[in-house]
């Protein structure tokens, strides 16, 4: 079974910062099935790439997903007073489909 | 709208059972594979079970399986969660998920409810 590892757990980081948020995968990912979401307190996640680099409906050009095999990696350019939040990864296509333990991007 | 609305949570002794639903509107739900997603208070999302938009193809986390059973009606828009001899660790936020598309196996997920919590407890 596939296991994800976040870091770092939290990342503080100011409005304007670029933040970068990793996600390693215990095995090799197939046909780019890795997804990030982002949640904030008391919220449903909301999905923000898929396929690894896709963004997904309305979701604004700051944020994008890279990477290949083990290794993954979400970028957000500008951090927004809106962007602070809690993010996952997910590995889908194969069951089960596992998160990642998250990365919570906090104020500094 | 475009929603789903999850409900049937709510506070229950460890071995006893409860049945969520999530009713889902504004698109076409027989079109749509689905599924469930829990939290724990404090804790990350689990990926808990995915049922087919045809019902055909169902998987399940090894932390529920045999406890668990998934299910879903289209002439009610809704997905079903039973759950049978619930632990203690079963306490979370219970969230159903949509998939993008009617993929046969687990997927990302478009669209999520705000969730319901079930509470194990003695």
């Known amino acids: 079974e596939i296991v994800l590892t976040q870091s770092p757990g939290t990342l503080s980081l100011s409005p304007g910062e670029r933040a970068t948020l990793s996600c390693r995968t215990s095995?090799?990912?197939?046909?780019?099935?890795l997804a990030w979401y982002q949640q904030k307190p008391g919220q449903a996640p909301r999905l923000l790439i898929y396929g690894v680099s896709s963004r997904a409906t309305g979701i604004p050009d700051r944020f994008s997903g890279s990477g290949s095999g083990t290794d993954f990696t979400l970028t957000i350019s500008r951090l927004e007073p809106e962007d602070f939040a809690v993010y996952y990864c997910?590995?889908?296509?194969?069951?089960?489909?596992?998160f990642g333990g998250g990365t919570k991007v906090e104020i500094k | 709208e475009v929603q789903l609305v999850e409900s049937g949570g709510g506070l229950v002794k460890p071995g006893g059972s409860l049945r969520l639903s999530c009713a889902a509107s504004g698109f076409t739900f027989s079109s749509y594979s689905l599924t469930w997603v829990r939290q724990a208070p404090g804790k990350g999302l689990e990926w808990v079970s995915f049922?087919?938009?045809?019902?055909?193809?169902?998987y399940y986390a090894d932390s529920v399986k045999g406890r668990f059973t998934i299910s879903r009606d289209t002439a009610k828009n809704s997905l079903y969660l039973q759950m049978n001899s619930l632990r203690v660790e079963d306490t979370a936020v219970y969230y159903c998920?949509?998939?993008?598309?009617?993929?046969?196996?687990?997927?990302?997920?478009?669209?999520w409810g705000r969730g319901t919590l079930v509470t194990v407890s003695s």
């Open positions: 998920a949509r998939d993008p598309g009617s993929h046969y196996v687990p997927w990302c997920f478009d669209l």
């Open positions: 049922i087919s938009s045809s019902s055909h193809y169902i």
């Open positions: 997910q590995q889908y296509g194969s069951s089960p489909a596992p």
């Open positions: 095995q090799s990912v197939s046909n780019s099935y």
